[in-house]
C-alpha cells in the first residue's frame, strides 16, 4: 500500500515479468483499487506480445464472450481529455474494472457487497448499476474457467 494521490493503484511489470501490485490507502477505495489492479497482472501473465504490447482481454479467445458483453456496456466517461478516455475504454482497462466489480458482487463478503451497494448508489463512474453488469459478471467467470483458473463448479446462469 502507498499513500500517494497521484494514483489508486499501479500493477508495475517488464516485459513478461511482474514487479508488483501497488494500491494507495487514500481515499477509501482499496478492495476496489487492489482488484483493479490484480486484474491487470491476470491479464498480462495470461497473454502478453511484446511487439504489441497487448494483453490477453483483448485478444485471447477465453475472453472473447466476455468482450462481446462488454461491448454494450454503458461507457462511463472518466475525467479527463479524449486520451484518457481511450485509454479508460481500452480492453485492459474495462477487463479490470469487471473483474473488480464481479469480485465484490460474488464475494460473498457483506463488506465488500456493501461497498459494491454504496459504489452503485452513489452512481460511480467505475462501476455499472447492477442491472447492467448481471450478465457481465457471467462472462467474467466464464473466463476463469474456461482458462482452467477454477477449482470449484461455477454456478453459472445460462
Known amino acids: 500500500m502507498t499513500s500517494t494521490i497521484s494514483e489508486a493503484g499501479a500493477y508495475r ?12 490507502r487514500v481515499g477509501g477505495r482499496v478492495a476496489l483499487g487492489f482488484l483493479h489492479e490484480l486484474a ?13 504490447r497487448v494483453w490477453a482481454s483483448a485478444v485471447h479467445p477465453a475472453f472473447a464472450g466476455w468482450r462481446s458483453a462488454a461491448s454494450m456496456l454503458e461507457q462511463r466517461p472518466l475525467p ?23 469480485v ?7 463488506v465488500l457487497e456493501r461497498q459494491l451497494e454504496k459504489l452503485q448508489g452513489d452512481d460511480d463512474i467505475h462501476v455499472w448499476s447492477a442491472a447492467q453488469f448481471a450478465p457481465i459478471a457471467v462472462e467474467v467467470e466464464r473466463v476463469f474457467e474456461q482458462l482452467g483458473l477454477t477449482q470449484l463448479a461455477l454456478p453459472l446462469a445460462a
Do not use: N
Open 13 to 24: 511489470y517488464r516485459k513478461r515479468d511482474p514487479i508488483d501490485v501497488r494500491v494507495s
Open 80 to 102: 479527463g481529455g479524449a486520451g484518457r478516455q481511450r485509454y479508460f475504454q481500452c480492453a485492459h482497462e474495462v477487463w479490470a474494472r469487471c473483474y473488480a466489480q464481479t
Open 104 to 110: 465484490l458482487l460474488r464475494s460473498g463478503d457483506s
Open 40 to 52: 491487470h497482472l491476470v491479464d498480462h501473465q495470461v497473454h502478453y506480445d511484446r511487439k504489441s
